[in-house]
């Protein structure tokens, strides 16, 4: 076996075992090669003379206010081929990741199980839970009456900055222009995009990514509380949809009712020192999941 970057040769493989372990359709698997992919950005486990496992990897940014800003390596796509599993490839990938992102001086590693039960996974290599999000269901009949527009569509670089205003005052993960520009092409794939908008209230964003079936997900709902309750009377003209799954660090308290508060991300110091001195009571934002 062996752990090594991927090289443009591999990007066959990659996009096949991406298929396979997610089910996601080739324009969504063609949108991360043309928009963020670079042979360094792909780690892979390669045994018997092919590629069994892989991870890709932002490089990111964890700002925690009054205490700094630490870069950070948010794995995405962790998989190993159906018939490759239960061999313990997958923390092998891990355990090389770690030591490639300390010789980059990359001291902090964050992830999104895909699924609850990898928390668990996630867990027993060295993660823990850091990262939740505030989640609510609204459907057409729950949104206000339509009436000047507010929102508009963004670039990710204007969506960033006002991204990051937003969250200034949050511990949370900040993306570079890049991995939101991957986002932008991941929206644009159905009824969605970004967009940010002002109100008398303040600004606001909202990535807004087609999911499916009628439901559009709000990967990221951000602005004061009663600016975010004035926008979505503009929701139905930007991100038409028969639901929508809101998520956001802050709901209006109208919405209590039916919002929910749950595990999300994790987080992995792999400085023992900032390992041992952080408060792992103490709740992060990460936002946009590349789910």
């Known amino acids: 076996m062996q752990v090594r970057l991927s090289r443009r040769e591999d990007i066959p493989a990659l ?51 009054g205490r700094g800003e630490y870069r950070s390596a948010y794995l995405y796509a962790v998989a190993t081929h159906p018939d490759w599993r239960s061999r313990g490839l997958s923390g092998r990938l891990l ?13 902090a590693v964050t992830t999104v199980p895909a699924q609850p039960s990898l928390h668990n996974f996630f867990g027993a290599n060295g993660f823990g839970e850091c990262f939740r999000h ?9 949104l206000p009456p339509a009436g000047a ?12 900055r006002v991204r990051e205003t937003l969250l200034a005052d949050l511990p949370h993960i900040a993306y570079p222009e890049d991995a939101i520009r991957y986002q932008a092409g991941c929206c644009a794939l159905g009824t969605g995009g970004l967009f940010v908008g002002d109100t008398a209230a303040g600004p606001l964003c909202l990535c807004a990514e087609d999911a499916g079936d009628g439901l559009v997900v709000l990967k990221e ?20 949809a028969r639901r929508w799954l809101v998520r956001g660090p802050r709901m209006a308290d109208e919405c209590a ?22 408060d ?9 999941a590349f789910d």
């Open 15 to 65: 996009r096949e075992l991406w298929c396979l372990a997610f089910g996601d359709d080739g324009a969504y698997v063609d949108n991360f090669f043309a928009t963020y992919y670079r042979t360094e950005r792909v780690l892979v486990l390669e045994a018997e003379g092919a590629v069994r496992a892989m991870t890709a990897w932002f490089d990111t940014q964890f700002v925690v206010p």
């Open 95 to 107: 355990a090389w990741a770690d030591d490639y992102f300390r010789s980059l001086g990359i001291p």
């Open 134 to 142: 505030m989640e609510l269901s609204l459907t057409p009949e729950e």
């Open 149 to 160: 527009p507010v929102l508009r569509q963004a670039d990710p670089g204007v969506y960033g």
């Open 221 to 240: 709902y951000l602005g004061s509380p009663e600016a975010c309750r004035l926008a979505l009377s503009d929701l139905g003209r930007v991100a038409p």
């Open 257 to 278: 009712a039916n919002r929910t508060k749950g595990q999300f991300g994790m987080l992995k110091w792999l400085a023992p020192e900032l390992s041992r001195s952080w």
């Open 280 to 288: 792992w009571d103490s709740v992060a934002y990460l936002g946009l």
